[in-house]
């Protein structure tokens, strides 16, 4: 099992930059990738930013170039730093972490309300 918890969020003006934290507990040693999805109201949940125990990162389209997520492996954290904030970046943030033990399962955070003004 692994617990999620997510920090960072709230609200910000179109332009400036928000930094939101995933602090991971429990079995840390069978993730093997963490990521941030987001769900705007109306929208299907979206891929963010993932990033792979080997260095392997991917982005979503809409955020690729503006958003860049990380991970602090002595504090189990996964960081994602957002800049050029636009209001269509408003949404909850979920934290996911992938792991591996027998079977590969999905583990998702409360999630953080992230609002961007015009």
């Known amino acids: 099992q692994v617990q999620l918890e997510e920090s960072g969020g709230g609200l910000v003006q179109a332009g400036g930059s928000m930094r939101l934290y995933c602090v991971a507990s429990?079995?840390?040693?069978?993730?093997?990738?963490l990521g941030w999805y987001r769900r705007a109201p109306g929208n299907q949940r979206e891929l963010v930013a993932s990033l792979t125990i080997g260095g392997s990162t991917n982005y979503g389209d809409s955020v690729r170039g503006r958003f860049t997520i990380s991970r602090d492996y002595a504090k189990n954290t996964a960081v994602l730093q957002m800049n050029s904030l636009k209001p269509e970046d408003t949404a909850v943030y979920y934290c996911?972490?992938?792991?591996?033990?027998?079977?590969?399962?999905?583990?998702w955070g409360q999630g953080t309300q992230v609002t961007v003004s015009a």
């Open positions: 429990g079995n840390i040693d069978s993730i093997v990738a």
């Open positions: 996911n972490a992938r792991a591996k033990a027998t079977v590969i399962a999905d583990y």
